[in-house]
């Protein structure tokens, strides 16, 4: 079992940052792989960036690549999304996810999720 609490989220201008933190607890947390989702009004919940627990590999989508850090925060226990150059279609809720295994970007493999966090993105 994981327990995912996700924190961070808020309004911010358009050029600007934040910093979602993943509050993760659990067993076996190496071979978990930890995922970043997001989701907007009327749309389906959409992939953002992974890494393993290990901290071995990260991986985005297109859609923020070279803008979004994915990290591991070991003091705190957490999975952490850095955010920067935000732009309006940002806007959503975002949710930390996690899974058993290897990378995924289906939303329908990871057995556990977080509550979500708001972030939105003023032009």
């Known amino acids: 079992q994981v327990y995912l609490g996700e924190s961070g989220g808020g309004l911010v201008q358009a050029g600007g940052s934040l910093r979602l933190s993943c509050a993760v607890s659990?067993?076996?947390?190496?071979?978990?792989?930890m995922a970043w989702f997001r989701q907007s009004p009327g749309k389906e919940r959409e992939f953002v960036a992974h890494?393993?627990?290990?901290?071995?590999?990260?991986f985005y989508a297109d859609s923020v690549k070279g803008r979004f850090t994915i990290s591991r925060d070991n003091a705190r226990n957490t999975v952490d999304l850095q955010m920067n150059s935000l732009k309006p279609e940002d806007t959503a809720v975002y949710y930390c996810?996690?899974?058993?295994?290897?990378?995924?970007?289906?939303?329908?493999?990871?057995?556990?999720w977080g509550q979500g966090t708001q972030v939105t993105v003023s032009s």
């Open positions: 890494m393993m627990w290990s901290g071995l590999t990260t």
């Open positions: 659990g067993r076996y947390l190496d071979s978990y792989g």
């Open positions: 996810a996690a899974k058993w295994g290897r990378r995924s970007q289906l939303r329908n493999e990871y057995g556990y």
